[in-house]
């Protein structure tokens, strides 16, 4: 039996993405999301919505899933053996947006609740989230912006929260085999029930609601930066990178595909194009060159 829980954790999780999908478009100006609502025949389902072809992003992806299933996916039960062979209900916001201009970066967010139950016992509930940014030109002012809205959305939560949850990310976010971080990072949590449930909540909303006031005014500074096909090539190369992260290393891929979710909501995060060039090193001393030197964790605040 699922707990009233869930239904609070519902409705803030369909606002919020309705709050971001109309940010979005107003700051795009000229395309609109699509919205394919979906049943999973295991149990539950969602909406996933995409703008694509717009006059900022490529492509925007937003999804809300609220799913449940018999017994939990190894993905979910790695960590806490002893739920393993519960019953789950998962429900998330998760987002990834690809923009047009490679002075714009690259981002995702994600904000999810599970609760894994049992007959005759209380379910076991943890959150987890966040969002990080993938530059391809990165601008110091901009990354200490994102960086500064993380602290200030932590700091009612404690002031050792925002350095765990922004070395969470570095950790999290981070290619082994390229040895490189995705991008300059942000905030990662996972398995929070520390404090309670109306903490965690509250802490998961801050960090939803957070994220427009992170990312969209580096949009609106980056948007209309001039740029050409050298730079162009670059972004659709290092989109690779994302491409790897998402489908070697990331949980909540995993998570999705093991637990027979719905492929094209799964891997709406993958861009719309991309490339990749055999042993491309950039030349020294160029700005491409230059993104080297931010793809290792740094304090920005």
């Given at each position: 039996m699922q707990s009233g829980q869930i239904e609070r954790v519902d409705g803030f999780l369909r606002a919020?993405?309705?709050?971001i999908c109309a940010a979005i478009e107003v700051a795009d100006g000229a395309a609109r999301f699509r919205e394919d609502a979906w049943q999973r025949d295991e149990g539950g389902g969602g909406r996933t919505r995409v703008l694509a072809d717009g006059q900022v992003f490529e492509q925007a992806g937003i999804g809300f899933s609220r799913v449940r299933?018999?017994?939990?996916?190894?993905?979910?039960?790695a960590r806490r053996p002893e739920i393993a062979g519960r019953s789950w209900t998962a429900l998330g916001v998760s987002l990834v947006f690809h923009p047009r201009n490679p002075h714009v970066p690259t981002t995702h967010m994600n904000v999810r609740y599970f609760e894994a139950q049992a007959d005759g016992e209380l379910p076991v509930w943890w959150f987890g989230g966040g969002f990080d940014l993938t530059p391809f030109y990165p601008r110091d002012e901009d990354v200490r912006h994102w960086h500064r809205v993380a602290r200030d959305l932590c700091a009612p939560f404690g002031e050792e929260i925002y350095p765990r949850c922004k070395r969470w990310c570095d950790e999290y976010?981070?290619?082994k085999h390229r040895n490189e971080t995705r991008g300059v990072g942000g905030l990662f949590f996972d398995d929070?029930?520390?404090?309670?449930?109306?903490r965690c909540f509250a802490f998961m909303q801050a960090v939803?609601?957070?994220?427009?006031?992170?990312?969209?005014?580096?949009?609106?500074?980056r948007r209309d930066e001039a740029y050409g096909d050298t730079e162009r090539e670059f972004q659709l190369y290092r989109r690779?990178?994302?491409?790897?992260?998402?489908?070697?290393?990331?949980?909540?891929t995993l998570f999705g595909l093991q637990s027979g979710g719905r492929t094209e909501s799964i891997l709406m995060s993958l861009p719309p194009r991309v490339r990749f060039e055999y042993a491309y090193?950039?030349?020294?001393?160029?700005?491409?060159?230059?993104?080297?030197?931010?793809?290792?964790?740094?304090?920005?605040?």
């Open positions: 919020l993405q309705d709050r299933g018999p017994r939990l996916p190894p993905a979910a039960s976010f981070y290619l929070l029930d520390e404090g309670g449930f109306e939803g609601n957070g994220f427009l006031d992170a990312y969209l005014p580096i949009v609106a500074l690779g990178r994302y491409v790897e992260f998402n489908l070697v290393y990331d949980r909540g090193k950039p030349a020294a001393g160029t700005a491409e060159a230059r993104l080297a030197d931010y793809l290792v964790p740094r304090d920005w605040v």
